[in-house]
T-cell receptor
Framework: KAGVTQTPRYLIKTRGQQVTLSCSPI?????VSWYQQTPGQGLQFLFE???????NKGNFPGRFSGRQFSNSRSEMNVSTLELGDSALYLC???????????FGEGSRLTVL | AQKITQTQPGMFVQEKEAVTLDCTYD???????LFWYKQPSSGEMIFLIY??????QNATEGRYSLNFQKARKSANLVISASQLGDSAMYFC????????????????FGQGTILTVHP
């Protein structure tokens, strides 16, 4: 059974650009959530999607957005990138009926 | 609101010995789940073990066991027979669940404990 797949794994952008990250959950999982990990702030919740609907949102500016498609795949977008957006972005999926939550390998974003 | 506290920034253990990583939590949720994850230097967050707040028995998964003490609000991870490959950052986390055990909402993480296994 394939795990959570995130693409791209690494990317470098410059300030002001925008970026789109993709996440394919484990087959059968309908819940996807996103987290940002930085050395200073640790792991912070971005948003959670279930059945194409955003169910919860963390305390991030509107430059951070996301969506979920009918096949449960999810994307997150960050517009007008800032240096502080450099981070590891982790996607997690669950089947919503068990407690377990599985993460992908992450997308490491560097903003120059 | 939820809060996870991991008081050990770093831990050292000899190969083949057992080690306990501490985790205490605070929450206003009646029902919740507790997680432990391992994050090697590659960055991937690897799920280790899960404990529901209403589970009567402590969770075990191979060499990992979760010592759940609800009254003390602690959920310590015990790794038996440590291996060199266990060297990594370990995160304790929690998430609310409904009465049926369905998880929802954000996962709240602790600051992590770096475990180093010596040969």
């Amino acid at each position: 059974k394939a795990g959570v797949t995130q693409t791209p794994r690494y990317l470098i952008k410059t300030r002001g650009q925008q970026v789109t990250l993709s996440c394919s959950p484990i087959s059968g999982h309908r819940s996807v959530s996103w987290y940002q990990q930085t050395p200073g702030q640790g792991l912070q919740f971005l948003f959670e999607y279930f059945s194409e609907t955003q169910r919860n949102k963390g305390n991030f500016p509107g430059r951070f957005s996301g969506r979920q498609f009918s096949n449960s795949r999810s994307e997150m977008n960050v517009s007008t990138l800032e240096l502080g957006d450099s981070a590891l972005y982790l996607c997690a999926s669950s089947n919503h009926f068990s407690g377990e939550l599985f993460f992908g390998e992450g997308s490491r974003l560097t903003v120059l | 609101a939820q809060k996870i506290t991991q008081t050990q920034p770093g831990m050292f253990v000899q190969e083949k010995e057992a080690v306990t990583l501490d985790c205490t939590y605070d929450t206003s949720d009646q029902s919740y789940g507790l997680f432990w994850y391992k994050q090697p230097s590659s960055g991937e967050m690897i799920f280790l073990i899960y404990q529901g707040s209403y589970d009567e028995q402590n969770a075990t998964e191979g060499r990992y066991s979760l010592n759940f003490q609800k009254a003390r609000k602690s959920a310590n991870l015990v790794i038996s027979a440590s291996q060199l490959g266990d060297s990594a950052m370990y995160f304790c986390a929690m998430r609310a669940t409904n009465a049926g055990g369905t998880s929802y909402g954000k996962l709240t993480f602790g600051q992590g404990t770096i475990l180093t296994v010596h040969p």
